[in-house]
Each structure stands twice: as C-alpha cells, then as structure tokens.
C-alpha cells in the first residue's frame, strides 16, 4: 500500500534531497507518493506543519527549535530525524557598498576578521556623516544566516540591530531587495547569492564555511509526536532521502542534478546559475573570478546525522541575537529536537 505524503519546501538549494527523493523516484521506491508544495516563506512552513497542512518539512534547524521552545510568538514542538544539508550559505552586498569595503579594508577582503573591520569603519563614517545605518537581511530571524551575520559583525565589535539595521527577506526576495536597495547586504542559502551576482547586483563577500565549517542549516522536521505515532512514515521517507543523498554526492549526476532544482515548480532557475553551485565553483562579482570552495554545500549522509550537540551553537545564536536568555532547562529541550536514534544505524 502507498503512503501519501506532503512535505513543504523552500526555492533553495538545500531543498534538493527532498526534490530528488521525488523526481528521481526514490520516494516511490520506499512506498511513498510524495507530494511536494513550494512555500514563499519559513514562518508559513512552520505554521502549516504545525497544523498538519504539510507531513513533514524542509525547515530551518533554528526554526525548529525556535518553535519547539515557544520562543518567537508560536509554540510547535518539532523532531528531526535527519538534517538536509550543512553549509551552503553566503553573505552578499550590493556592488557600491562591496566597493566602499574594499576601499577601507586595511588588508585582504578574504579574511573575515578584516572585511569586519571595514564594515566597522563604513558604519563609524556614516555615522559621522549622519547618514542612515546599514541595513543587512537574513531569510529568517530564528536562522543560522542571522547567527553568522552576529558571528562576522562581532569580529569587528558590531551590533546586528544595534549597529546595523537588520530585516528578513524571504530567499526568493532576496535579489530584488538587493536591487532596489531595500536592503546593503544579505546572508542566505545557495543559490541566492549566485542569483545577485549574475544579476549584476551583488557582490559576494563571504560563503558560511568562511566564518563556520559544518554549520548545521536545514532539517528534515516532523511534528514531534509524529516520531511515535507515525513510525512507518519517518523512516520510509528518512529511507528515500538517505538513498537521494547517494545519488547527489554522484558527481556524474551534477548537470541532472541542476536541471531537476531548475523546474518551475522547484527553484525556477536556469541551469547555469544552478550547476556551478553544485560543482562549488561560486560567483563572486565585483570583478572578481569564480571562487571554488571545498564541499561549499554538504548532501552526505554524515551530514545529514541529527547532532543534539548543534542545538548548543543555535542557543548561543539566538542569545548573541537577543533572541533569548539561556537555561539549561532550554537547552536540553533543544538537545531534544534532534533525534540521533530515529538515524538508520544509529542506537539511542
């Protein structure tokens, strides 16, 4: 008998195991008829898992804590069986001010303790000009991209809105934002920030591993009683991605690869923006050549283990963002979240 199941999913990258579950049939092969819906933003993935719209959701690993903990308004405790993706991220700002950065770096701009530093003193100088903050975006407040935008500010002894205004921009708003000058900077999941660049207005500063290898991103999230009550479901859908997983880190498999996230229905890119993240050779702009960046994104199965000890990294992110004040009642719960023994091969 198959098993129907809706999953929710954001236009990114990091999507792709659940997309290639689907198109290349390895949800059907586990009894699955998978249906999956494009959402256009996180807090509307969070609110229809939540209500049981969707099954299961490509989520944010932040959101899914943010929400388990009650913290931000909305109270859905969340389990997550397997992780999507780590890594994949970047941080992007217009051309005119990548171009004041590099004019104030005292020192290469690869370095994320120097482009800090100059960023600091573009702010020092608008100040005294008595000119508006900088405005940085994030696709959502409970994120990883949010955590590392604190993590890069505070090389420098900034403030992400204190010294720096910040906003959330849905991944697929991100380059209009950008274009239209909503926003001087953002931090998002590929393929945004390659979309800004070949769009001709974005400039590419610092991809994720920059400031964090293995930085835990996007999850695989389930309601938590689900674990329990749905057993079958879990682990034949955990059983599609994993097998997804395989496939992908094919790298015969890249330019198929691209061309099913290209779909309307999917990211709704061309190819040639997609296949180039996928073979981690990066867009950089401003002049600059393509950079290419070790493992830039990571779909293997190691990566995609549940790690309870992540939800140590978010809280701190959520702390350093004024988000909360930890306790250590918290953060077992958000240890909790991540549920290692419901990973094939793992033991409680």
Not at 14 to 22: N, Q
């Amino acid at each position: 008998m198959t098993l129907h199941l809706r999953v929710g999913f954001m236009p990114l990258v990091d999507c792709a195991l659940v997309v290639l579950a689907k198109d290349e049939g390895f949800a059907e092969a586990e009894g699955l008829n998978l249906e999956l819906v494009r959402e256009v933003s996180w807090s509307n993935l969070r609110d229809k898992l939540n209500i049981r719209l969707f099954d299961a959701a490509h989520m944010l690993g932040p959101a899914a804590i943010a929400a388990t903990l009650g913290v931000g308004g909305v109270r859905a405790p969340m389990a997550v069986p397997l992780a999507l993706n780590l890594d994949g991220a970047a941080i992007t700002v217009t051309l005119r001010r990548y171009d004041e950065l590099a004019r104030l770096a005292e020192g290469d701009m690869a370095d994320t303790a120097v482009s800090a530093r100059a960023l600091a003193a573009l702010v020092a100088r608008r100040k005294a000009s008595g000119l508006p903050p900088l405005t940085l975006a994030a696709v959502f407040g409970f994120s990883s991209h949010t955590y590392l935008l604190c993590e890069w500010l505070a090389k420098a002894g900034l403030s992400l809105g204190t010294d720096i205004r910040f906003e959330v921009v849905p991944p697929p708003q991100t380059v209009e934002a950008l274009r239209s000058g909503r926003v001087d900077g953002f931090c998002a999941g590929a393929p945004w920030n390659a979309a800004a660049v070949a769009a001709g207005v974005g400039a590419m500063v610092h991809t994720s591993t920059d400031l964090r290898r293995d930085c835990p991103d996007k999850v695989l999230a389930w309601q938590a009683d689900d674990l329990e009550r749905r057993p079958a479901a879990v682990q034949k859908l955990t059983a599609a991605i994993l097998r997804a997983s395989d496939w992908a880190c094919d790298p015969a498999n890249v330019t198929r690869f691209a061309a099913h996230l290209s779909a309307p229905d999917r990211l709704a890119l061309p190819v040639e923006i997609l296949e180039p993240v996928l073979r981690f050779n990066l867009l950089q702009g401003a002049g600059r050549p393509p950079r290419q960046v070790e493992r830039f994104i990571r779909f293997d199965r190691d990566a995609l283990r549940p790690v309870p000890e992540h939800a140590a990294w978010i809280l701190a992110g959520m702390e350093k963002a004024g988000q909360i004040v930890q306790t250590p009642t918290m953060l077992e719960q958000a240890k909790a979240v991540f549920r290692p023994a419901a990973f094939p091969g793992e033991t409680a």
